[in-house]
């Protein structure tokens, strides 16, 4: 079992920068593939970034290319997004997910996590 617990959400003006924390109870952490994703009310969770369990594959959806960086610290248990130049559109909830790596790849799709932190809300105003 791992507990994800996200924070550094806040409201920052477009153009601006925040990182998001997700810290994870597991001490096996370092054996688990992570991810970032994101929902608005009323539409699904979609994939943000993610990061294979040593840390040396990403992937990121192409809306956040260039603007956002995901990274992990596995002797500290935690990962994070850093995310800068943010739109009015990066506006959402953000979570961090964590799949039970059965290899060194990394996941894209909501349904192959297997655990979930609670989200933080990101609000960037215009």
């Known amino acids: 079992q791992v507990q994800l617990v996200e924070s550094g959400g806040g409201l920052v003006q477009a153009g601006g920068s925040l990182r998001l924390s997700c810290a994870a109870s597991?001490?096996?952490?370092?054996?688990?593939?992570m991810g970032w994703f994101r929902q608005v009310p009323g539409k699904e969770r979609e994939f943000v970034a993610a990061?294979?369990?040593?840390?040396?594959?990403?992937v990121y959806a192409d809306s956040v290319k260039g603007r956002f960086t995901i990274t992990r610290d596995n002797n500290k248990n935690t990962l994070y997004l850093q995310m800068d130049s943010l739109r009015p559109e990066d506006t959402a909830v953000y979570y961090c997910?964590?799949?039970?790596?059965?290899?060194?790849?990394?996941?894209?799709?909501?349904?192959?996590?297997?655990?979930w932190g609670q989200g933080t809300q990101v609000t960037v105003s215009s």
């Open positions: 997910a964590a799949q039970a790596a059965t290899g060194a790849g990394v996941f894209m799709r909501v349904y192959e996590y297997h655990y």
């Open positions: 990061i294979s369990w040593s840390g040396g594959m990403t």
């Open positions: 597991a001490r096996t952490f370092s054996s688990y593939a």
